[in-house]
């Protein structure tokens, strides 16, 4: 066999690992390179949002949460733990409920919610959240995602998402909402929680000083045909789809673009589309549907923050191919209005804060017919001993549509709530 001579041959390996070891110190180069670039540019903006609160805080005004701006999912919440790449946390809520019209008086542990972090990289993140409802009568996943970071302004995420229709789908907590109901539009029209599976982008742009510019789009399975089978107050919801399979092979799609010109200020725009038919015929047959039949829920929202002032409010849209004598047009909206005092005020608890909350809401389940409308004031107060912890009590006051057009009597709820993350 022909080989190289023996001083050629030792010199080749001893030049291999020298080679490799080069390799490798020039990777680990750029990997700090771009660390440093990383944190600088993260220290930049923290600086500047530290800057701006500061200077909010001496004028007397309030700092609004940042969560506001924050894409959805279990991302920039409070964790109990943290270790080794991976933190543990989640919330809780129990509720008091009181029928002003009869005696109904009753606790309801309605959610416990667990969620774990996980970052494998500083590129590549993992989140989930798991739902216990009624003392774990409901178990469910509700998000589990695994994000890989390209760019800020371009991030995959896939798994079971958190869909983007509305805002308050994606801030849905309890600790966070200074009501303990949910609005109207939310529970009906567009069904929070609305979980998915499917797989997306998202990201956020900075196309001023101070403004930014957010967007999430994912291809999800859609809902299904329980839309036409559910009851008429209920149809939305009972719609929801599996994260398990698709009732068709069409996948639909779910998004929303969200604008803040400055701190304080968001508007958002969003819309879920997609088949909801089924393949299979027998169940097309029986349900008068031919296999095209679509859904398509459009969803407007914003929020404005002026010193101890809030204003929010979200509308929702949905359409649907519907057989003869189907509703197929839906519609609410709810609009609120929190402000903010007493900081401090119990002195044992100096970032403490009172809220005083007004919502009004209105839901239409079919456009075309009477005695499908409700109306629904929510007047309330809490009280945040810390940001993650907060003592609710609402009156809510229903006035439900007749079939004659007029609305029935009012009739009245009281709740008393607490809700913390942990």
């Known amino acids: 066999m022909w080989g190289l001579p023996a001083g050629i041959g030792a010199s080749l390996a001893a030049q291999e690992p020298r080679d490799t070891v080069a390799s490798e110190l020039e990777e680990l180069r750029r990997r700090i390179e771009d660390l440093e670039l990383l944190l600088a540019r993260q220290g930049e903006m923290l600086e500047g949002r530290m800057t701006e609160a500061m200077e909010r805080e001496e004028r007397g005004l309030a700092v609004p949460d940042p969560r506001q701006r924050a894409v959805s999912g279990i991302y920039g919440r409070p964790f109990v733990w943290k270790g080794g790449g991976a933190a543990v946390g989640g919330y809780v809520d129990l509720e008091l409920e009181a029928g002003l019209e009869n005696d109904e008086l009753t ?7 667990p969620f774990i972090f996980a970052e494998i ?16 009568d409901e178990i469910a996943v509700e998000f589990a995602a695994l994000d890989v970071a390209f760019a800020e302004w371009l991030n995959f995420r896939g798994g ?6 509305g805002k308050f789908n994606l801030i849905h907590d309890s600790p966070v909402n200074d009501l303990t109901e949910r609005p109207l539009v939310n529970r009906q029209i567009i069904p929070t929680t609305l979980s998915e599976a ?8 900075y196309p001023g000083e101070s403004s930014v510019l957010t967007y999430e789009a994912y291809v999800v399975n859609g809902f299904d045909a329980g839309l036409l089978t559910g009851p008429a107050e209920a149809r939305l919801r009972d719609g929801r789809g599996s994260v398990e399979s698709d009732n068709n092979a069409e996948k639909s799609v779910v998004g929303r673009i969200g604008f803040s010109p400055i701190l304080g200020v968001e508007v958002g725009a969003s819309a879920h589309h997609g088949v909801y038919a089924p393949d299979d015929q027998a169940d097309r047959d029986a349900l008068g549907l031919n296999g095209d039949e679509k859904l398509t829920i459009a969803a407007a929202d914003a929020i404005v923050t002026r010193g101890p002032v809030e204003l929010l409010g979200e509308a929702a849209w949905a359409t649907f191919d519907a057989p003869a004598g189907t509703p197929d047009a839906q519609f609410g909206y709810y609009a609120q209005a929190n402000v903010h005092f007493g900081h401090g005020l119990v002195s044992m608890f100096p970032s403490s804060v009172f809220t005083a909350v007004g919502r009004w809401g209105e ?4 456009s075309d017919s009477d005695g499908a409308r409700q109306r629904r004031l929510t007047l309330g107060l809490n009280w945040r001993p810390v940001e993650e912890t907060v003592f609710k009590l609402d009156l809510l006051t229903d006035w439900f549509q007749e079939a004659s057009g007029e609305y029935g009597d009012a009739e009245q709820r009281l709740f008393f709530s607490l809700a913390s993350y942990f």
Request: glycine residues 12%; charged residues 20%.
């Open 121 to 136: 990289t500083d590129r590549i993140h993992f989140g989930t959240e798991l739902e216990f409802e009624h003392g774990a």
């Open 363 to 366: 839901i239409d389940l079919d």
């Open 107 to 113: 606790f309801d542990q309605h959610r416990l919610i």
């Open 160 to 165: 079971i998402l958190l869909a983007p229709l």
């Open 198 to 205: 499917g797989v997306g982008f998202f990201g956020s742009t």
